[in-house]
């Protein structure tokens, strides 16, 4: 008999008690509280927002890079070298954009704004991190700008991009009656003939090609052909080209230099 009151009792305190819903917003299974934010899809942050009559809603606040950066809707953050933009489109769309941040590297370490060579070739870290082609440079160290052509030791050497990216130095044909370049990069005409160092006579030949003819020994009036030798009095003269150099030097005729 105690046991059917006490039924009673607790079903008339189960029909009279109030049934309370938590304020907060449902999304997908879960309940947030006002103003509590999360991670969806680990590529936009949420947030929920109670209203005081208790209607609810959900809105995105920002956008995740990768590596877990949060970028505010309508708004860019800068992370290694890249810019993150978070934009809210059409119809209250969002989404995550990335471009290289102007003041990025460029690769192999190279810092914005920074020159290097490579080769005979310059290069320049440019806006974006993009390397720029900038110009040549001569194993002499003289640079040519990219698209100009500059003579150096006689030569007409132009730099150039192609239209497929390569680079190149080249120099450029001559005509074939073409000036040489001699010592220190004085000019001679076609043909002409001129001594330098003293005893060594070259020729300009054709497209400005400079040989060498031989030695002279002016105090005798001799000419000496490469590899030949030529005697005055009791003295032997000798003009030898040997692994790849020239010499002059003189001996007695009987072999004592």
């Known amino acids: 008999m105690k046991y059917l009151v006490l039924s009673v009792i607790l079903a008339g305190v189960a029909l009279c008690d109030e049934v309370k819903v938590e304020p907060g917003c449902r999304y997908k299974g879960n309940i947030y509280k006002n103003d509590e934010t999360w ?36 708004s860019t953050k800068e992370e290694n070298g890249m810019d993150w933009i978070c934009e809210s489109g059409a119809e209250g769309s969002i989404a995550l954009k990335q471009k290289r941040n102007k003041m990025a590297d460029c690769a192999g370490g190279h810092k914005n704004g920074e020159k290097w060579v490579e080769s005979s070739f310059e290069f320049e870290c440019g806006e974006g991190g993009v390397q720029k082609f900038i110009g040549c440079v001569t194993p002499s160290g003289e640079k040519i700008p990219e698209g100009e052509i500059k ?72 000419q000496i052909p490469i ?28 072999g004592r230099f």
């Open 39 to 74: 991670t969806e899809k680990d590529a936009f942050k949420m947030r929920c927002i109670v209203e005081p009559n208790g209607s609810w809603r959900t809105e995105v606040t920002g956008c995740m890079t990768p590596s877990g950066l949060e970028v505010p809707v309508n």
């Open 151 to 222: 003579e150096i030791s006689g030569n007409k050497l132009e730099c150039k991009m192609h239209a497929n990216g390569t680079v190149a130095l080249g120099a450029l044909p001559k005509e074939k009656n073409a000036e040489c370049a001699g010592k220190d990069g004085e000019k001679h005409p076609h043909g002409s003939t001129w001594v330098e160092n003293v005893m060594f006579e070259y020729k300009c030949e054709d497209f400005g090609l400079k040989t060498i003819k031989g030695c002279i020994v002016k105090e005798q009036g001799l």
């Open 227 to 254: 590899n030949e030798t030529r005697e005055a009095g009791n003295t032997v003269f000798h003009c030898e080209m040997k692994d790849g150099s020239y010499r002059f030097y003189t001996s007695n005729k009987d």
